[in-house]
């Protein structure tokens, strides 16, 4: 194991763990219901080191990304309607995340927010044509990390420590009416599927393919999974908490996601909102990436062509074709006007349907002997991994009537 | 049984008109409100750059004209209050905004409560 290679896995993990999603759910969970959240964003990250080390440890024994084992397990025409519904919740996503690129860049230069949004797309082409996978995935992943300043608020503001703590305990804060519950229940649902991502495993199982990991790697993959997603995790939390703090007894439920970046002004004046909104938006800008790498890799996999950014765009042509497409459709759904949080909204919805199906097929691989050897699911892995199947099954069934219900979590 | 009251409240959601259904674009403006308050309030004590308070200030109105566009019931005590706090200039004081929050947040307590 390679410690410069560890550290700098561990640092990119942390830097890019945050996305729009996350920045908005946490913000306005912690507003809306204090600290009673917290424990839904630690079990959703316990749920992503499960599934993420999973996906990794496939893909450095059996060599399979996720889309070509779901083919060939789910079946041609499951296996269509899962890559469907992935390819559309992640594009959405994608969508959202440059919404949110163009949103940040707004608050840092006052320029037209569609002008940026388009600037923004021609930079991340740039970025993942001219820079090779790792670095593509290290950049932003440590520009990322200046969402540290977020972590500094938390402990500068004065939390009350027990409360928060307790945070960490599932709950159900009490005394709260009919709806309020069911709004509850909402951001569970939703904080869930915004930790839980699924193009956060493809795009990951495809790096380590890209990447030519080996049975050699999988330990630095392990504890990338766990401390990586762990610490990146608390930067989420701290949000959530300092929302606790500062926006709930003033009556602020964030609208928009520029309202997080005061967290960290509050304490620490301008430098702090600048490093607060440049961080966001790196962590924004890695989270576009991938989903859009995500969707090329999807498909192509899926449908057996070549693929890899290893490669020379020539040499995939197709994959490189699809990365290209779902930049510009992403691009052109935000040229439409629509909302960014309104994305938000739908990429969680729709990523939470299809999160079972997604992991189904990695689980019943990275258990299979016949592929794994001796590197099959232990009895913790496999306890947890259906732990957490089951869990996102609930989830999956009850996120359209909650969202339904709550007008996407207003009441 | 449960289907059918999960479909009864699916389209009772999606159907319902006046102050219930007014009630999320209450609790968006209410929030813009206090939101924009907290914005002021930091700009006041030099914590925050020009570009990013004005740039809030546009998201922010934005938000409250959606909200206020969006009340099937424009005329009424909360469609008025969002109307008045859209006429209030960008730098407001704090405390201006904070009582047009304070006001729409005991309306949406109001009709929560009934």
Same mark, same amino acid.
């Given at each position: 194991?390679n410690p410069?290679k560890?550290?700098l896995?561990i640092m990119t993990?942390v830097?890019?763990f945050?996305?729009i999603?996350?920045?908005?759910?946490?913000a306005?969970a912690g507003s809306q219901?204090?600290?009673?959240l917290?424990?839904v964003f630690?079990l959703g990250?316990?749920?992503?080191s499960?599934?993420?080390?999973m996906?990794?440890?496939?893909?450095?024994? +059996?060599?399979? $990304?996720?889309?070509?084992?779901?083919?060939?397990?789910?079946?041609l025409k499951?296996?269509?309607v899962?890559?469907i519904?992935?390819f559309?919740?992640?594009?959405?996503t994608?969508?959202?995340?440059?919404? !949110?690129m163009a949103l940040i860049l707004n608050? #840092?230069?006052?320029?037209?927010?569609l002008l940026l949004?388009?600037?923004?797309?021609?930079?991340l082409f740039?970025s993942?044509?001219i820079? $090779?996978?790792?670095? &593509?995935?290290?950049?932003?992943?440590?520009?990322g990390?200046m969402?540290i300043i977020?972590?500094?608020?938390?402990?500068a503001?004065?939390?009350?420590?027990d409360k928060? +703590? !307790?945070?960490?305990?599932p709950q159900?804060?009490?005394?709260?009416s009919?709806?309020?519950?069911?709004?509850f229940?909402?951001?569970?649902?939703?904080i869930?599927?915004?930790?839980?991502?699924?193009?956060e495993?493809?795009?990951?199982?495809?790096g380590g393919?890209?990447e030519e990991?080996?049975?050699?790697d999988?330990?630095?993959?392990?504890?990338t999974?766990?401390?990586?997603?762990?610490l990146g995790?608390?930067?989420a939390?701290s949000?959530?908490?300092?929302?606790?703090?500062?926006?709930?007894?003033?009556?602020?439920?964030?609208? &928009?996601?520029?309202?997080?970046?005061l967290?960290?002004?509050i $304490?620490?004046g301008t430098?702090? #909102?600048?490093?607060?909104l440049?961080?966001m938006?790196?962590?924004?800008s890695g989270?576009?990436?991938?989903?859009c790498?995500s969707? +090329?890799?999807?498909?192509?996999?899926f449908f057996?062509?070549?693929?890899?950014r290893h490669?020379?765009?020539?040499? +995939?042509?197709?994959f490189t074709?699809a990365?290209?497409?779902?930049?510009?459709?992403?691009l052109l759904i935000?040229?439409?006007g629509?909302?960014?949080?309104?994305?938000?909204?739908?990429?969680?919805l729709?990523?939470i349907?299809?999160?079972?199906?997604?992991?189904?097929p990695l689980?019943l691989?990275a258990?299979?002997?016949?592929?794994? !050897?001796?590197?099959?699911?232990?009895?913790?892995?496999?306890?947890?991994?259906w732990?957490?199947f089951?869990?996102i099954t609930v989830?999956?069934?009850?996120a #359209?009537?909650l969202?339904l219900?709550?007008s996407?979590g207003?009441? | 049984?449960v289907r059918?009251?999960l479909?009864a409240?699916?389209l009772?959601?999606?159907?319902?008109?006046?102050?219930?259904a007014?009630?999320?674009?209450?609790?968006?403006a209410?929030?813009a409100a206090a939101?924009w308050?907290?914005?002021?309030?930091?700009?006041?004590?030099?914590?925050l750059?020009?570009?990013?308070?004005?740039?809030?200030?546009?998201?922010l109105?934005?938000q409250l004209?959606?909200s206020s566009?969006?009340?099937t019931q424009?005329d009424?005590?909360?469609?008025?209050?969002?109307?008045?706090?859209l006429q209030?200039?960008?730098?407001?004081?704090?405390?201006?905004?904070r009582a047009?929050?304070d006001k729409l947040?005991?309306i949406?307590?109001g009709?929560?409560?009934t």
């Amino acid at each position: 194991m390679n410690p410069l290679k560890l550290t700098l896995g561990i640092m990119t993990a942390v830097g890019g763990f945050v996305d729009i999603s996350e920045l908005v759910f946490a913000a306005k969970a912690g507003s809306q219901f204090g600290y009673a959240l917290i424990w839904v964003f630690a079990l959703g990250t316990i749920g992503m080191s499960v599934f993420g080390e999973m996906s990794g440890r496939v893909a450095a024994v +059996a060599k399979q $990304p996720v889309f070509n084992l779901m083919r060939h397990r789910l079946g041609l025409k499951l296996g269509l309607v899962t890559l469907i519904g992935s390819f559309l919740s992640t594009l959405i996503t994608c969508a959202a995340e440059i919404g !949110g690129m163009a949103l940040i860049l707004n608050y #840092l230069t006052g320029v037209s927010y569609l002008l940026l949004a388009a600037a923004s797309t021609v930079a991340l082409f740039a970025s993942m044509w001219i820079l $090779p996978f790792k670095w &593509i995935e290290r950049t932003y992943g440590l520009l990322g990390l200046m969402m540290i300043i977020f972590a500094v608020a938390l402990v500068a503001i004065h939390p009350p420590w027990d409360k928060l +703590a !307790g945070g960490f305990v599932p709950q159900i804060p009490r005394g709260l009416s009919a709806k309020e519950l069911l709004v509850f229940a909402y951001f569970t649902v939703a904080i869930l599927s915004a930790v839980l991502f699924p193009y956060e495993s493809y795009f990951y199982s495809s790096g380590g393919i890209e990447e030519e990991w080996g049975p050699k790697d999988l330990l630095t993959n392990r504890v990338t999974c766990t401390v990586g997603f762990g610490l990146g995790s608390l930067l989420a939390i701290s949000i959530l908490a300092s929302s606790a703090q500062l926006f709930g007894p003033a009556n602020v439920g964030p609208e &928009i996601p520029g309202t997080s970046a005061l967290e960290a002004a509050i $304490p620490f004046g301008t430098w702090g #909102l600048l490093l607060a909104l440049l961080g966001m938006f790196f962590a924004v800008s890695g989270a576009a990436v991938e989903t859009c790498m995500s969707n +090329a890799y999807a498909i192509a996999q899926f449908f057996g062509w070549e693929w890899g950014r290893h490669k020379e765009p020539w040499e +995939a042509p197709r994959f490189t074709l699809a990365w290209i497409i779902v930049l510009l459709v992403a691009l052109l759904i935000v040229l439409t006007g629509v909302d960014v949080m309104s994305l938000v909204e739908y990429a969680v919805l729709f990523s939470i349907i299809v999160l079972p199906l997604t992991y189904l097929p990695l689980m019943l691989l990275a258990g299979d002997k016949s592929y794994m !050897g001796d590197y099959a699911n232990k009895w913790l892995a496999k306890g947890l991994g259906w732990l957490f199947f089951a869990i996102i099954t609930v989830a999956a069934i009850a996120a #359209l009537p909650l969202y339904l219900l709550t007008s996407g979590g207003q009441g | 049984m449960v289907r059918a009251s999960l479909v009864a409240g699916l389209l009772l959601a999606g159907c319902s008109k006046g102050p219930a259904a007014d009630l999320q674009y209450i609790t968006e403006a209410r929030s813009a409100a206090a939101e924009w308050a907290l914005v002021n309030n930091q700009a006041a004590q030099g914590k925050l750059t020009p570009t990013y308070v004005s740039s809030m200030h546009r998201w922010l109105r934005g938000q409250l004209k959606s909200s206020s566009t969006s009340l099937t019931q424009a005329d009424s005590r909360y469609g008025r209050e969002i109307e008045a706090l859209l006429q209030e200039p960008d730098d407001a004081h704090p405390e201006e905004l904070r009582a047009h929050s304070d006001k729409l947040k005991q309306i949406e307590d109001g009709l929560e409560s009934t």
